[in-house]
């Protein structure tokens, strides 16, 4: 059996590293032998060893590809989790059915908000359909986490180990891309088991302007509910149209959502602790030539590190971003349905609470991928947007949405019935009244009062009609 690296007068440049006990064999008794592969796949003492077939098991488990992350396989690996239940492709009637329940949700909605329609194009999608459709805004979302837990397999490493880590350690990278491609795709083929709609995670994952709906998702839905089919699909046609109005209608917000996801995944890295833990666990009788084992040395504690603060502002600004557009489209949809549909009340409490906690799916993404996309404070952006639009009107309330610096931040969700309480004010007079108070402004007052003294362009003091007192040189 090997002594431990560090036990004799050479050196081991991977100790306190995940990679100690990978390389340890290497840096024993007899120095500079190089590294006993066979402890590492599990050929006891050497004996039969073959390093052909062990690196042939490992490109078994990946194709080349390019980049930190093997997406074709997350796409891939995303559509056999799909595959695992039916997942019929919706026909002619199902797909005439969501054409027409999104036009009349267009037509609603224009009663509740001055932006104009944005739905060019109607889907009715299956899961798989769901799967590829939203595939590529995906890949924007997830790279930045491969290139930083990828990137932190040589991070990890000392710097004389890197260099002599060789082509090993770019070997491992690969692996890790290839899982994290394999983690990914079975985050979204289960979340893909139970989106309602393109946009029901809050985040723009299709060209705009295309509106697309899961049916077998809406139908499984609504088994659950003591409410209609028909009347859940229009509550999702409504939320997936009001959606595209305020995305298609501020040009810079899809960009602002989709950073603020990215600059939180970006800073998402590898547990190097954990996996060394485990790996000092496992190493010591685990066969390494099994993939699955390597799978499992690496999926467990991957994203448990504390966040770092960049991270914690990022996480800031994306749960606020996401609940100001749900708690928008809540508002909206909700003074859209208001004395026309009996239902909406009941299915608005139930995607509140579906929207804030997440389903099992999310759940199940956000521990494979580090990414958690829920709108924890939408019942609180969802009564300022309501009560801006009280005091306000809905021009008051849509308008916030010109600029980014516009936006209400976390503090003001604390308090959401006062923010812009003081622009609101000049908006409390009538159209009556504004007329009064400018006539008794042109007629040398506010509301008849007294004509105050003013100072005149020579410097005299007196009121604007000439008169009074005027001040002696």
Known sequence: MSERPGDDETPNPFKGTPFEHLFGAGFGAGGGQGFDLSQMFGAAGGEGFDLSQV????QSMMQPFDGPLNWELAVDTARKTVAQSPDPSPGSRQRDAVADTLRLADHWLDSATDMPSAITATAAWSRAEWVVGTADVWHTLVLPVAESSVGSVGNALPEEARAMSGPFIGMIGKAMGAMLAQQTGSGLGTLAGEVLSASDIGIPLTEPGRAAIVVANVEAFAEGLDVSYDDVLLYVALREAAHERLFANVPWLREHVLAAVTDYARGISINTAAIQERMEEQMRGADMSDPAALQRLMEEGMFEPPRSPGQEAALARLETALALVEGWVDEVVGQATEGRMPAAAKLRE????????GGPAEETFATLVGLELRPRRL???STLWGSLRTRQGTEGRDGVWTH?????TAADLDDPLTFREAASQPEALTDAEFDAELAALLDGGLSGSAPEDV???DGDTGDDSGEGPVATP
């Not at 980014?404 to 209400?408: A, F, M, Q, V, W």
């Open 55 to 58: 690196l042939g098991q490992i």
């Open 350 to 357: 139930t995607m509140r609470r579906r929207r804030a906690s």
């Open 379 to 381: 019942r609180d952006a």
């Open 404 to 408: 980014p610096d516009l936006l209400p």
């Open 455 to 457: 100072v005149d362009e």
